[in-house]
């Protein structure tokens, strides 16, 4: 029976993805307790997304976790990107969430997590397996590439009119706007209709050429493609990654270049009861707020 005003607790709730998971479960009339690092500026920015209970922990750090998980009836965990420990936090917090009786828990995982070809895609399979081997009500969550990655591009782009990425322009991409992917959570989190469900969630497969066609039509003015090298491209993004961390980018992209990334939005859409946000209109809400800037 599902408790009427569930508590969840979010790991990594100020995070730029776990974060948009926060007010999908405060409408649904869920309680949500952050899992945040300690710092102040954390613990306001979980209240503010709408946290009515913030625990500042580690997640290597076992204690916190059994902490953070006592008396919750459910756990939404997204890995920390390209960690060299990722499996093994997620596995210790699905251990932590099961000794504490927590009946619902949700992993943001990744598509193709069998692909071990790709190091941060196979470290998702430990953790996978680890819920298999609870009596928790799961629901695996295995998105493709985040539109929201565009987002982070956007001012590069209506500065400079070009829209790059380190592989070719042809390749094929799948995304998904991660605003879905936390929909999902929250209704497995909230409701009973997605448990023990491994779900893709995509919404689209578009290349480069494709995407500044949309990006052009939407701002009015041309946007090109570029194609620089990995570490051209990695030199303005100027990412918070270790040179290990970024290595295992490189190989994601490497990977892109060669196959591109294939995905099915039928999962996203069967699931959400609606089309999923597309990528014409995640574009066209980004040259919106830039023309109320303007």
Known sequence: MRAPNPT???????????????????CRNASVRALVRDHPANVEKARKLGASEVATGDLRNRQSLESAVEGVDGVFHIGPAFAPDEAAMGIAMVEAASRAGVRKFVFSSVIQPTNTSLENHASKVPVEAALYSTNMEYTILHPVNFMQN????????VEHGIFSEPFPKTAKVARVDYRDVAELAAIALTEARL???????????????????????ELGRPISAGEPTFGEWAANARLPYSD????????????????????????????????PRSLRSFIRELALQTAYVA
């Open 150 to 157: 565009i987002g982070a591009a956007w001012p590069s782009v």
């Open 244 to 275: 290990r961390q970024m290595h295992l980018l490189a190989k994601v992209h490497d990977h892109y270049a060669q196959f591109g990334l294939g995905g099915n939005s039928l999962t996203l859409h069967a699931a959400l009861g609606r089309e």
């Open 8 to 26: 969840v607790l979010v790991v990594g709730a100020t995070g730029r993805f776990a974060g948009l998971v926060v007010p999908e479960l405060v």
């Open 195 to 217: 448990s023990y469900a491994t779900l893709e969630l995509c919404a689209g497969m578009h290349s480069r050429e494709d995407i500044v066609s949309m990006m052009s039509e």
